[in-house]
Every structure is written in C-alpha cells, then in structure tokens.
C-alpha cells in the first residue's frame, strides 16, 4: 500500500502529489493521500488546509481522522504477515530516486524535486488545471497570455522577519529586472502577493503595472496560480507556490529567475529543486 502525507499550503501540496502521482505510474498502483495534517496544531507553523480539490487531479484521498484510525492496524499486519517494512520518510531535502522504488510504505516528505516527475510534466501538467475557472479569472488570464508579462511574486505573511525564510531583498527584483530586459521586451508586469496593500505602497516599476486583487485568488490561491501560468516570465521568491505558477507556464521563450538559496538553515540543493533552465541568482 502507498500512501503520501500531505502537508503544508498549496505550493507543496502540489510537490506532494506530482511525487506521489510518479509513485503511482511508477509501481503501477494506486497512492493515497493523507490530509489529516489539518488536525495538526504545531506552534510556529502557519495552519493549512487540503488544497487539491480544486484540481482535475487522479488521487484517492482519506478523510480527516480516517488515516490515523486505520494506519496501526494496516503497519502491524504489513509487518507481521509479510514482513513490509513501513518506510518511505524524506531524510533531506535532496532528490532521492530510490524512493520511487519502493513498493509499500507511508511517504512523510515535502518532495521538493522536479526529478521526481519531469519524467511525466505532460501528465502533471494536464492534471494540474482547475475545474472550475470564474469568467473574471479567465478573462484576467487570457489578457495576460496576449502580453508579454512578467510575474513577479512577493511572498510576505509568515515570511515576515523569519530568519529561516526570509533571503529575499528588493534589490533581489531590481537586478533580476535587468537581466530580463537585457534581452527581452517587457509590456506589462504583474505583481502577485499574499500582501498586495504593501506591495502596491512601496513597489514602483518601470513598466505598466497591474498589482493582483485577492478577489482573483480563488478557494485556495488557484486562481493566482493560474493566472502566473499565463505570463512569459517569472520573478519568484523562495516560494513553492511560485514554483508551480512558474512551472505551469508553458509560453515559448519562457524565463524564471529566482534566488538560489531558499532557507537560511537548511541546504535545500538547487540542482534538485530548479530546472538547470530557470536562472539563480
């Protein structure tokens, strides 16, 4: 049995489920995901909830408390009647490919590799589209696709004066500016952000300049999701999130610039974590 935790926002939700969706291909059987996370109250770490149901996505998904329920009885007979041992726990955040070789087990992680499924990006991206999409998302998206728009995406909340978070400066955007427009025309930039009132008061472009309503955000952020897929290039932070809207883009030219350190007290490789195309900086 082949079961992925989910944990986290949106952002990470997404590389839990393109590694657990891997799995499945891989082994050629079903993966459950486990969303009782929610039940979870830790001290320091922001709450989230599921966040995939907006999603056309191929996953059976335990209900809250189901999992936890059911999870000792299925590892004492696994265990017993035919010797399986439970594994499947992320011991850092580099990619591992033995983990897609293995055939039974409880996968606590974040997954934070494209390698664990570029083999299938067609697959995950044709599943990561949304089932339903408002007309003023989609009227909002299509505009961009017409441009050639530039994302960028300023993360604050809980990214606030966290030392481990927080190793992106403003001069970060400035210089990654330049490096785009050094070879390429921008029209129109789009600012997305948990935070868009701070944005707008102390951001100023050189460009036209739209800075994205929450309004927009839909359930769970997707509608800004989908509408950062829609651009032609990519500014992010240190941010899963961002990750997926620069990675869901699929504009010819495309060009993602981000930092190349993404925590401050623990070696994230970025090798692992971003395609050898994006640019570090």
């Not at 997404?14 to 929610?38: C, I």
């Not at 999992?67 to 591992?96: C, N, P, Y």
Request: glycine share 4%; net charge neutral.
């Amino acid at each position: 049995m082949l079961i992925v935790r989910l944990q986290g926002g949106l952002g990470n939700q997404l590389f839990q489920y393109a590694f657990a969706r891997a799995l499945s291909l891989k082994q050629n059987k079903s993966v459950f995901l486990e969303k009782s996370f929610k039940q979870h109250k830790v001290f320091g770490i922001t709450q989230r909830e599921y966040a995939l149901d907006v999603f056309a996505i191929e996953a059976q998904v335990f209900e809250e408390n189901t999992f936890h329920k059911i999870t000792s009885v299925i590892k004492r007979v696994l265990q017993k009647i035919v010797h399986i041992e439970w594994r499947g726990l992320e011991k850092s955040f580099a990619f591992d490919q033995k983990m897609l070789t293995i055939k039974d087990g409880y996968f606590d992680g974040y997954w934070q590799s494209y390698k664990y499924f570029e083999h299938i990006e067609s697959i995950i991206k044709n599943e990561l589209v949304l089932k339903v999409i408002s007309p003023e998302i989609k009227q909002f998206a299509d505009q961009i696709e017409t441009e050639k728009s530039l994302a960028i995406h300023i993360r604050r909340g809980d990214f606030v004066n966290n030392k481990k978070h927080e190793v992106v400066k403003n001069d970060y955007y400035e210089k990654a500016i330049k490096i785009i427009e050094s070879t390429h025309a921008v029209e129109h930039i789009y600012v997305f952000s948990d935070d868009i009132a701070w944005c707008e008061e102390h951001l100023h472009f050189d460009y036209p300049t739209t800075f994205v309503p929450l309004a927009y955000e839909g359930k769970h952020g997707e509608g800004h999701l989908h509408m950062m897929s829609k651009c032609q290039y990519f500014i992010i932070p240190n941010s899963t999130f961002a990750w997926w809207g620069a990675w869901l883009s699929n504009r010819k030219d495309k060009i993602v610039i981000t930092p190349k350190i993404w925590r401050n007290d623990i070696l994230i490789p970025p090798d692992d974590l971003l395609p050898p195309d994006w640019v570090k900086i």
